[in-house]
């Protein structure tokens, strides 16, 4: 019968997985590319993934920074609901961070969450790298640490991590460090949350009985935030499309290889029926079912490798939206105020003979209004300058995922092609070897006596 | 061409010599839509051309052509023609089925390959019918109304099939055409059936079944499959041009050449999907078509068989009849003769039509048919015995009517035993040619599945290559991405 076979690993030696670059805020030249090599196991998920033959990090700038995620656990003491926990090593020359040396410790996925909200408290006009989303891991068959579901959130928080590692801000984040360093977590997070500046009372607050327009648009754009926004958008669009439409490819390529099988069958089935080619067809029906089972890895590698880093590219650019976002929002903030601040002033220029009580509350507001002017000014101006920088580093980051991705992508491809003809032609020798008796066509021939084929299976 | 000699001589007409030639080959070179009056309905044409003569042919033509070899030769196997257009072609499709180029396409190739299929048999070959079907300017309504297709009778079974006895087949078929040879029916079970050809039969009813509802199905599924796959490939391969035109640089250029093998992608399955109908998926239609005509001819050697037993008993049940009207016959003269000794000898006159018309009517009261069962089981018998009793009932001048009926049994038996001989010596050669026929066409056949099967791999090897091509020049361009 048909084998549901495990399959082969696949070749996955050009692979990259962490990677890190050079910080471009802070150094003016750039350095080469690290490639860290990892190999990521498709069947079997019990084995940890090998590390890597890492080329030697010969990039002795400050911030270059490697983290693995790897090894998941389970924890759990008797009480009934277990989690799990990651290995994460780290292997960084930034500065703050205790030694340059490899270093783990052990996180769970509620660690991670931690690490991203308190990126987000820190550092608002950063585009903090999306954790990987809860429902699409989903809880798959019902069971909650079934080895693929472990596999993909690994890879999800992989994802994450590596993108923080890459980011020149986050990666030095004080909360960064705590996540990767530290021994005694669970109180080191404490004492820098109370650290933490809560949310400032914000200005409108006190402005009392001002109406704020919620549905304002920013009065003077910013062309490179639009081109910035209207390139984001576009790229949604494609990631989309290419989702939807593969999802469609997927399926029939999995029918396809339904079929192939069935085919293989039928030929077997003729086989025992034709006694003098039985061996050829078997062997043909073996290879049309090995050609299926080529196909499935690449769909496998296509889906895993290829796909995966198209919905992190997605998050990712839903990420860069908000920030996007919340910069206009801060030019909203000061724009509303500048006017706000005009409206005041010529108010008072209005009253400024009628009644010199009201003038000194009014010169008040407007005192007050001009400082907000200009601290909302200086936000905006500041969020806009980081807003470049963080477009920058999205576009490399997604650079280098997209690389990584159509690498693997086309070397899924490859390799199955390569495999494929290899395979085909290894069924023609045995093909071409079944005789046939025109060898005698010249000679005469007497009724009868022909060549009887073995047994009574065939006429 | 092979030249393999055959038993029948040749024709030696110009078609015949044009097929002798090496490497001669029976082209459809094309197909045209034409009609016969101005107004009248339209038909396509199919252009046969060898060498350097040409005719024009219409599908049912083919189609009558087939029906002929297969009436002259039962014991042989004719290969099949493309099937008649199905109610499902009809619905299927939004075109009238007659206009649509696929279709036509597919009956070009598929009629061209059953033409040089017969030319290539050793014996259908030389068929003098098929030479002239290749012939121009021959009206093939001409050929249907003269000879041999005109005298052919209406049921093979009356008429010789094995060469062998092929010198005095005319005469031969006018005996087995006279009503006294009986006809077996489709369930007749042979009495001592030939175990080599019961064997066949089975096996092929098996083979039969199973290449059209299995292999056939199961292959084309494949087919259709790779039809959509190659429609989806073209429109992923539009998503990735669009995608690579918000990009820059080495990026778009990346992505726009992954659109590019995902467009040959598309091409090469297209061609793929092309290269297997025409030599994989067709060829095993025929095969499939191939098993049943094999069933059939099969078939035809087992109603012959059984005509050779139905023969036998008839023979036997005739001479049984013959045994008692002759004994009667002795009993009805030792009786006139005691009777005329005692007329003349004594007054004891006894009226002899009295005496005859008793003594026959107890003679034949104890000669009721024996065997009630068996002489039952044929129409042709029982009528014989019902007429026997019928006659004594009705008849003046029994005596008489029993010399005419011995006369007329006799008759029979000559003729049952003339033919009896002959379809023995048919069976034994038909069944000898059938054996033969058999293993050409296993051969023919392993040879088709080796080629269809080496096509099939070669095909794949071919989409692989291309494929391969262009994916290592999209996976070249995304290695320029610098980060």
């Given amino acids: ?459 | 061409m092979n030249n393999r000699s055959s038993t029948r001589a040749s024709c030696g007409c110009t078609i015949d010599r044009l097929l002798r030639q090496e490497e001669a080959y029976i082209f459809i070179t094309g197909a045209q839509k034409q009609s016969d009056t101005p107004a009248g309905k339209t038909y396509i044409a199919y252009n046969i051309r060898i060498c350097d003569t040409e005719t024009k042919r219409r599908y049912s033509e083919f189609e009558s052509l087939r029906r002929a070899l297969s009436r002259l030769h039962p014991t042989l196997i004719v290969p099949p023609i493309p099937e008649k257009h199905s109610i499902v072609d009809y619905a299927a499709l939004q075109t009238r089925v007659k206009d649509d180029l696929p279709m036509i396409e597919k009956r070009k190739r598929m009629l061209q390959t059953f033409l040089n299929r017969v030319a290539n048999h050793p014996e259908l070959g030389r068929d003098h019918v098929f030479h002239r079907f290749l012939e121009s300017g021959v009206a093939w309504s001409d050929v249907l109304h003269s000879p041999p297709l005109s005298q052919l009778p209406k049921n093979p079974l009356q008429m010789v099939v094995s060469k062998e006895v092929n010198a005095q087949a005319h005469k031969y078929n006018m005996i087995l055409s006279s009503n006294l040879i009986p006809i077996p029916s489709a369930t007749y079970v042979l009495k001592s059936p030939d175990p080599r050809f019961e064997e066949s039969e089975k096996f092929t009813f098996r083979i039969a079944n199973y290449m059209s509802n299995n292999l056939d199905k199961s292959q084309r599924k494949v087919i259709r499959r790779l039809g959509e796959l190659a429609n989806d490939y073209a429109e992923l391969g539009a998503v990735y041009n669009g995608f690579s035109l918000n990009e820059s640089g080495p990026v778009a250029n990346a992505i726009e050449k992954i659109g590019q093998a995902v467009d040959a992608s598309y091409t090469e399955s297209a061609q793929m999907v092309t290269s297997l109908e025409g030599e994989f998926a067709e060829p095993i239609q025929e095969h499939s078509q191939f098993a049943h005509i094999v069933k059939q001819v099969l078939r035809f050697r087992h109603l012959k068989h059984a005509q050779m037993e139905m023969i036998e008993g008839s023979l036997e049940s005739k001479k049984e009849n013959l045994d008692s009207l002759q004994r009667m016959e002795s009993e009805a003269r030792r009786l006139e003769e005691a009777i005329s000794r005692e007329r003349t000898i004594g007054s004891n006159a006894v009226d002899i039509d009295e005496l005859n018309n008793n003594h026959s009517s107890q003679v034949d009261a104890s000669y009721p048919p024996r065997r009630a069962t068996k002489t039952w089981a044929s129409p042709v018998k029982m009528i014989n015995a019902m007429g026997h009793s019928l006659q004594n009932i009705i008849d003046v001048d029994p005596e008489a009517t029993r010399r005419n009926q011995i006369g007329k049994t006799k008759d029979a038996m000559d003729v049952l035993q003339e033919a009896l001989e002959i379809t023995r010596k048919d069976l034994s050669g038909a069944s000898a040619e059938l054996q033969t026929e058999l293993d050409r066409f296993q051969k023919e056949k392993i040879k088709d599945l080796r080629d269809m099967l080496i096509a099939y791999a070669k095909i794949h090897i071919r989409y692989c290559q291309r494929n391969l091509e262009s994916w290592q020049e999209a996976r070249t361009e995304v290695d320029k991405i610098s980060i």
């Fill in chain 1, 1 to 459: 019968m048909l084998n549901e076979n495990v399959f082969d690993e696949p070749d996955w030696s050009s692979n990259t997985n962490g990677f890190s670059y050079d910080n471009r805020s802070s150094v003016p030249s750039f350095d080469p590319f690290q490639n860290h090599e990892q190999s990521y196991t498709t069947s079997t998920f019990e084995d940890p993934p090998t590390p890597s033959t890492s080329e030697p990090n010969h990039n002795s700038n400050a911030n270059s920074m490697v983290i693995r995620v790897e090894d998941p656990q389970k924890q759990s003491a008797t009480v009934v609901q277990g989690f799990i926990s990651y290995l994460v090593t780290t292997e960084t020359n930034v500065e703050t961070f205790s030694s340059s040396r490899p270093r783990s410790v052990r996180r769970r996925y509620q660690d991670f969450i931690w690490l991203h909200v308190a990126l987000e408290l820190e550092y608002p006009i950063c585009v903090v790298p999306p954790l990987p989303e809860k429902h699409r891991l989903g809880y798959l068959n019902g069971e909650r640490f079934s080895p693929e579901f472990l596999e993909r959130r690994r890879w999800g928080l992989q994802w994450f991590l590596n993108r923080v590692a890459n980011h020149p801000v986050l990666q030095k984040a004080q909360s960064t460090r705590i996540f990767l360093e530290s021994d005694d977590f669970k109180n080191d997070k404490r004492a820098i949350q109370s650290t933490k500046a809560v949310e400032k009372p914000s200005f409108f607050d006190t402005l009392g009985d001002v109406l704020m327009n919620a549905f304002a648009t920013v009065k003077k754009p910013d062309q490179r935030f639009l081109d910035m926004q209207d390139y984001v958008d576009k790229l949604e669009d494609n990631i989309l499309t290419i989702e939807k439409l593969y999802s469609r490819i997927s399926q029939r390529q999995t029918g396809l290889i339904r079929d192939y099988t069935s085919f293989a069958w039928s030929i077997r089935e003729i086989s025992a029926m034709e006694s003098s080619i039985t061996m050829p067809l078997r062997q043909f029906a073996e290879t049309t079912e090995t050609y299926g089972k080529y196909m499935k890895e690449m769909n496998s590698t296509e889906e895993l490798l290829f796909m995966n880093d198209l919905h992190e590219l997605l998050a990712y650019c839903h990420a860069v939206k908000d920030i996007l976002q919340k910069r206009d929002e801060s030019q909203i903030d000061f724009e509303e105020l500048s006017t706000y601040l005009q409206r005041a002033i010529e108010e008072r220029d209005k009253i400024a003979n009628s009644s010199p009580s009201k003038l000194a509350e009014i010169e008040q507001k407007i005192q007050e209004l001009q400082e907000e002017v200009t601290r909302t000014s200086d936000i905006t101006t500041g969020f806009s300058e980081q807003m470049s920088e963080e477009f920058e580093t999205f576009q490399e980051t997604k650079t280098a995922e997209l690389k990584q991705g159509l690498t693997a992508y086309a070397d899924s491809h490859i390799s199955f092609y390569t495999k494929s003809i290899k395979l085909w032609e290894s069924i023609l020798p045995a093909l071409e070897s079944i005789k046939l008796d025109d060898d005698d066509e010249n000679e005469d021939r007497h009724d009868g006596e022909y060549q009887q084929y073995d047994d009574g299976d065939t006429y």
